[in-house]
């Protein structure tokens, strides 16, 4: 295989390992306008990637010299996505660290893998599982449509906004004071828009409400409760 021009620059993105959350990550960086290298060894996969992703490659990423070849040392950013072998994954990894990949980021299929690649130096470890556990845990709590994690005890979730709550300024509804939480911006339709003082609710819309994770699943769930008994 003839090596590839180098390439360093922010919007250049490898992904190692295209399967169902590898290729997904992929097309999505790709759907947003990266420039994505896909790597994988079953040739279906890599075939089935062609004219989806800018480059797609079929290798052995555990062998030193496809790391090479690829040029995969100079990606600011590489993601090893490989689930099924975590021997895999970890061969992987530690080929890409140790040819100078500026921030790897590396897909965990358990705690303790998870706690191998962290020991190897890996910058940034994901447990799309086990985070995806948390996340639905939130929103069941709350009863929200949608959750992010800031951090282990501040968070946001999208909340369907009840009629009690709409044609009033968040002044004076005192959000904050009253439940310990923000509404930092609203939707009605499609787009998502920046909310301040003066921003009034509309019933049936949706508000993303912020702060620490007790307070928004709390004030979640009393929406929720507040819509089924004003149906």
């Avoid at 970890?90 to 358990?110: C, F, H, M, N």
Wanted: hydrophobic residues 45%; negative net charge.
């Amino acid at each position: 295989m003839a090596r590839q021009q180098r390439i360093r620059h922010d919007s250049a993105i490898a992904v190692v390992g295209l399967g169902r959350f590898g290729a997904a990550l992929a097309i999505e960086l790709a759907d947003h306008g990266a420039e994505v290298l896909g790597v994988d060894a079953d040739e279906a996969i890599v075939q089935s990637l062609h004219g989806t992703l800018a480059h797609v490659v079929q290798g052995d990423s555990t062998d030193p010299a496809l790391v090479e070849q690829l040029g995969l040392g100079d990606y600011a950013r590489v993601v090893v996505a490989i689930g099924s072998d975590v021997t895999a994954s970890i061969l992987t990894t530690s080929q890409l660290l140790r040819a100078g990949v500026a921030e790897v980021w590396a897909k965990a299929i358990s705690p303790q893998h998870a706690v191998i690649l962290d020991q190897l130096g890996v910058h940034h470890v994901v447990s799309p599982e086990a985070d995806m556990g948390r996340r639905v845990a939130h929103m069941v709590r709350g009863s929200s449509d949608d959750y992010l994690e800031v951090d282990s005890r501040y968070g946001a979730m999208l909340v369907t906004v009840p009629e009690q709550l709409a044609g009033v300024p968040l002044r004076e509804l005192a959000l904050q004071r009253q439940h310990g939480v923000t509404v930092v911006a609203t939707r009605h339709g499609e787009d998502l828009q920046n909310a301040n003082l003066e921003t009034r609710l509309r019933a049936g819309g949706a508000m993303l409400v912020a702060g620490p994770t007790r307070e928004v699943e709390a004030f979640a769930a009393l929406a929720a409760t507040m819509r089924a008994r004003g149906a």
